[in-house]
């Protein structure tokens, strides 16, 4: 099975879909994207990705096509991708084509859809913490841009290790987030998320964990976490919007338990999720 790219109006296949190459999103990184579920051929969250995406293109100062061009390229690329059961959708905006430099041209923004076909997690997967840090003070904390070289050397080292994702601290000392995730522990029986301003991305599933956990009544602690707390948390769980909620099996080779908060948790996210496309 194929991805199935929308490219500045027109969808074709991965092979024949282009994009310039000078374009300023492959030379220098300059560009902001988003990540969807696609669940039942829909794209699960989409108002919030779509307005994830409006503010990181915000503080890169790239123009952000209007809503209804995004959902209709959304749209268009789903149609022609067919009836996906799984899958993952990805929205990438770029700076268009520019010069060599880091000074944007004047083109205007490139956009591109592509979908593809998904497979599921594994239920548990091994993590490693790995040496390197965010930097909560970048000019570009918050955003979800495509310079994510970082988080392919780190992902590369987890996976040379045997595991499947990295979780990084950041420049304090705190613990920070995943390369494509988002981090919850559990510490003294109370499930506990590193804040916004550790520097980790706002990740939907997160936000939405926090508020159905929030109307369950068993909130969940927005907290600085210190890097070695990991050496002691009870359980660990990833969140992005291809895993959900995701239970760890092991830390730096620790083996964890699931314990009864961290299985609350993702069984509410998959409860409340099944419910509501676009919550
Ligand atoms: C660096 C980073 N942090 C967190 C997340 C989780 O965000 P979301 O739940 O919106 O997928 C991602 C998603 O890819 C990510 O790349």
């Known amino acids: 099975m194929t991805t199935t790219v929308w490219v500045n109006g027109s969808v074709r296949d991965e092979e024949a879909a282009t994009v310039p190459a000078l374009d300023h999103g492959l030379m220098v990184g300059d560009g902001v994207f988003e990540t969807c579920a696609v669940r039942r051929g829909e794209a699960f969250a989409l108002s919030r990705h ?43 905006l770029t700076g268009g084509a520019g010069p060599l430099g880091s000074e944007r041209g004047p083109a205007g923004p490139g956009l591109v859809v592509a979908v593809a076909p998904g497979t599921p997690w594994p239920e548990r997967i091994a993590v490693v913490s ?4 965010r930097n909560e003070r970048s ?23 045997g595991a499947h994702e990295a979780l990084l601290g ?4 705190e613990l920070c987030e995943g390369t494509g995730s988002n981090v ?64 760890v099996s092991t830390v730096d080779g620790r083996q964890l338990p699931v314990t009864e908060p961290g299985r609350r948790a993702a069984e509410l996210f998959a409860l409340r999720s099944a419910g509501d496309l676009d919550p």
């Open 184 to 247: 919850v522990l559990v510490l003294d029986g109370r499930l506990v998320t590193p804040p916004l301003s550790s520097g980790c991305l706002a990740g939907i599933t997160r936000e939405l964990l926090l508020e159905w956990a929030a109307d369950d009544g068993f909130p969940i602690s927005e907290e600085t976490v210190p890097a070695e707390a990991l050496s002691r948390a009870e359980d660990v769980l990833l969140t992005s919007s291809t895993r959900d909620v995701q239970h």
């Open 50 to 92: 779509l307005r994830r995406l409006r503010r990181s293109a915000d503080i890169l100062g790239l123009t952000c096509p209007d809503e209804s061009v995004l959902r209709g390229a959304v749209a268009e690329t789903l149609r022609v991708a067919g009836p996906l059961p799984l899958g993952r959708l990805r929205i990438t």
């Open 130 to 133: 790995v040496p390197w840090t």
């Open 139 to 161: 000019a570009v904390a918050g955003a979800k841009t495509t310079s994510y070289a970082e988080n392919v050397v780190a992902l590369a080292r987890a996976r040379s290790q």
């Open 170 to 173: 950041n420049t304090r000392g």
